[in-house]
């Protein structure tokens, strides 16, 4: 069982930046794999970024290039640097996990544990 809360969100205009952050809270030792998603309204939740147990990290092709996700091991967390935001960047922001061997994968059915989310809205 794991706990994870998001922060970070707020509202900038187009072309800034935002740090997300993860903290995951958990009651055993065991390893969690954890990504981020996005969901805005009227649409369905998708993956943003991932890192694989290998350390490789996967984006979204609309992310890329403007995202980075880092993880802290020691202090359980997971970030996410967001860099020249766009409109279409608005969204709430999930930290989502699941037990395991970390592949990177971005779908939404392997995930197990979700956070409540915090909300990113860029102005044009």
């Known amino acids: 069982q794991v706990q994870l809360v998001e922060s970070g969100g707020g509202s900038v205009q187009a072309g800034g930046s935002l740090r997300l952050s993860c903290a995951a809270f958990?009651?055993?030792?065991?390893?969690?794999?954890m990504s981020w998603f996005r969901q805005a309204p009227g649409k369905e939740r998708e993956g943003v970024a991932a890192?694989?147990?290998?350390?490789?990290?996967s984006y979204a092709d609309s992310v890329k290039g403007r995202f980075t996700i880092s993880e802290d091991g020691a202090k359980n967390a997971l970030y996410l640097q967001m860099n020249s935001l766009k409109p279409e960047d608005t969204a709430m922001y999930y930290c989502?996990?699941?037990?395991?061997?970390?592949?990177?994968?971005?779908?939404?059915?392997?995930?197990?544990?979700w956070g409540q989310g915090t909300q990113v809205t860029v102005s044009s």
């Open positions: 989502a996990a699941y037990a395991g061997h970390c592949s990177g994968g971005l779908m939404v059915y392997e995930y197990v544990y």
């Open positions: 958990r009651s055993t030792y065991r390893r969690y794999c």
């Open positions: 890192i694989a147990s290998d350390g490789s990290t």
